[in-house]
């Protein structure tokens, strides 16, 4: 089995465009500075500003990528939600579900947005038998409860009538370091750049520039190349 990081040929059949683009990515980094990434997140959109959805949709991994990719979404973290265990770690979950926290500026993509592409991921009439993979979106208000009855009728469902679950958030718990914009950290003059801007674990799991990166190195259309200086194009010996 062909395996990069944690791609593997089964990811290339599903999106070989998208895993060649993120090999590529990998292999001829950006130029990112300190500099660049204090910036940028200094200019990212505060949390007074912006809400929050919580979902699962499998390994927390692949999703933590795509959507920290899409416009609008400013953070993203990834965790556990939905059991009862309290303080799950990956490898005590109990009955908790591998979940997806993204902050979002509403002014750039809605809630019901972010729950239409959610639904396009997945198919809600299956589930995994898994606890931890399951397919979850979760409510933390009331008005988000009515946006999701909203778009599950757009596309003919309810609620009661699939088998993703539609449950009230209770508690998310952040998941541990490692897992957190885990495509990026298998870029290393990457994460030195963070590590020389002095940034902490927890400052890249909440940094909006490492939410980008993450879906960039993953190869999902992203456009923060706009935002930085451009590759080195340059053949090395």
Not at 13 to 38: D, E, K, Q
Not at 42 to 50: L, M, N, S, V
Request: hydrophobic share 35%.
């Amino acid at each position: 089995t062909l395996v990069w990081g944690d791609v593997t040929c089964r990811e290339m059949r599903l999106s070989p465009g998208r895993t060649v683009r993120g090999l590529y990515r990998r292999l001829n980094p950006m130029t990112l500075t300190p500099a660049t990434i204090r910036d940028y997140d200094a200019r990212a959109a505060d949390r007074e500003t912006t809400a929050t959805a919580t979902f699962g949709l499998g390994c927390f991994w692949g999703p933590d990528a795509r959507f920290g990719a899409m416009d609008g979404v400013v953070r993203t973290r990834v965790g556990y939600a939905g059991g009862t265990k309290l303080d799950p770690s990956y490898h005590s979950l109990g009955d908790h579900t591998e979940v997806l926290q993204v902050e979002f500026d509403p002014a750039v993509v809605t809630y019901r947005e972010l729950l239409t592409d959610i639904f396009r991921q997945h198919d809600p009439q299956t589930q995994p038998s898994k606890t931890q993979y399951q397919n979850v979106v979760f409510a933390s208000t009331p008005t988000q409860r009515t946006a999701i009855d909203a778009v599950l009728e757009a596309i003919g469902h309810t609620a009661d009538g699939i088998e993703t679950r539609i449950e009230q958030l209770s508690q998310f718990y952040p998941a541990e370091d490692y897992h957190q914009k885990y495509r990026l950290r298998s870029a290393p003059s990457f994460m030195s750049a963070f590590e020389e801007a002095g940034y902490a674990d927890a400052e890249i799991r909440d940094s909006p520039i490492a939410a980008k990166l993450n879906g960039y190195i993953a190869g999902h259309d992203v456009d923060i190349e706009t935002d930085l200086p451009a590759p080195d194009q340059q053949a090395s010996g």
